[in-house]
């Protein structure tokens, strides 16, 4: 009885992010790269690092990889790889490659990783990109993610700050998959629940990007591990308020059952001590702060678009099956600063 | 009462979630003090304290070793009864009357080493239920369950943490030559068997 039994699934996902305060701390400190090709790297703190290649063409590069969040190993493949992925589409580019990054131990039953690997090439195909190699390491625990390359024409790189005063802000997932999953993992979510976030976490940003595209969007990026408000937090970058509706944040219903039970995660509350000052509530419920913490596996894309043509963007996001919403537009007043409401 | 829950090297949501089966029983009065390794779980304890209106302190004994006590005070519990509406049926939740009786200390019959497996993870998986027993009754083989170096002993330890009473009998200790091992609960004896057994609504024998 000494040998402890691998556990496949100990609450993964982006949940098991480093906290964005370590995080910064540790960033701040690298020597800084100067290059006039790299238009986006670390100083951005943006989904993806661009780097312009010629004048028509620059390369997207991301990775991703994170512990398993479901139990099931090809449900696993295809969230990790829907959000290595969506980097890409976040940054408003193409996948072209993709590499596999995989951390495994010795001792599990191989096939496991066969299907967490099927799980992650089908979504790979699915993105258009061409599955090209990748690197696996003995490790205790489970790890699965990708490393992806795409491109984009260097002109038309969606930075994930360039917000402007008056854009309205659209969620094209619906939030609360991190706590659903720490609810299931405890025993306490219903199957209708971890239903919606499986559908949710695999389904690509791809179809979201391109129906947005035609709207012209300033800024876009995708909401992960440091929630809602972590993510639009960067999109403001002390340039831009903005102003959230709760009732308006597009949810799995029973997400705000489970922040009352407290089925909470240590990374929501890292991302709250982030935010400290930052976020202004008022006369909110509990669950609903929650909600807007928590932080997401394979989130949606957060985008900031002109207001005159939101709510054909939206029907064009509400076409696609999931819950999506307008929660809030940018304002020139109180910049830095995101005001939630009713 | 003074309750403890040790959730030491547990990921959130592990110590709320244990917390709250402690609280879910706990009587104006009581309080529960909750050890964790690391200040985020201290935050979201507090946090599900502050929702509860429950009078919290944190101390920080080491860099990973931290405590929270949490009491419940009659303003929390009068809090609570007035944000929830009573139901029109209330189902009686808590188990009364609960007794689990470990005759042996293994679990169904055949091989013997799978039968000791078998009963330590019964008795794990004890501690993992929304409703726990009010007793646990060791007798005969079961005896050997509750002594030093027992596999089961953490677990039972862990659930006399929650209020379980742990009752084991004194003949067979005795008879295994154990007396001076008994690591939980207390010796008891034929005839405060007898009493728990014919007082029990539901007597639970794996």
Known sequence: MNEQPIVFCKGGGCTAKLGPGALAHVLDK?????????????????????YRLTDDIAMVQTLDFFPPMVEDPYIF??????????????????????????CFPEKMDLNILGRILQGGAEKVREAGGVLAGGHSIADSDVKYGLSVTGIIHPDKVLENNACCPDDVLILTKPLGVGIVCTADRVGQASEEAMA????????????????????????CTDVTGFGLLGHLNKMLASRCGAQLHWKALPRIP???????????????????????????????????????FDPQTSGGLLVSL????????????????????????????????????? | MQYQVNAMGKPC???????KKVLAKMTAGDSVTVSVDNPIAVQNLLKMAGQKQLAAESRTLASDHYEVVLALTEESLAAAQAAEPAPACIPDARAKGTVVVLASDEMGSGDPVLGKALMKAFVYALTEQDTLPDTILLYNGGAKLSVE??????DLKLLESQGVEIMTCGTCLNHYGLTEQLAVGSVTNMYAIAEKLMGAARVIRP
């Open chain 1, 77 to 102: 493949g295809q969230i990790a790889a829907a959000n290595a992925l969506s980097d890409i589409y976040a940054m408003g580019g193409t996948v072209k490659t993709a590499l596999n990054i995989v």
């Open chain 2, 13 to 19: 949501p592990i110590p709320v979630v244990e917390t």
């Open chain 1, 196 to 219: 919606a976030a499986i559908t949710s976490m695999t389904t690509l940003n791809k179809y979201a990007a391109e129906a947005l595209a035609p709207f012209a969007p300033h800024a």
């Open chain 2, 149 to 154: 170096g027992a596999a089961t002993l953490a």
């Open chain 1, 254 to 292: 029973e997400a705000l059952d489970y922040a009352d039970e407290f089925l909470l995660t240590a990374a929501a509350q890292r991302n709250r001590n982030h935010l400290e000052g930052k976020v202004e509530f008022q006369n909110i419920p509990f669950a609903a702060e929650e909600l807007l």
């Open chain 1, 30 to 50: 690298l020597p800084p790269f100067t290059d006039p090709n790299l238009l986006v790297g670390f100083d951005h703190s943006d989904d993806a690092a661009v």
């Open chain 1, 306 to 342: 002109p207001a005159d043509r939101a709510d054909e963007a939206l029907a064009a996001v509400q076409a696609l099956g999931l819950g999506c919403g307008i929660i809030g537009r940018v304002t020139r007043e109180h910049p830095g600063i995101i005001c939630v409401t009713e």
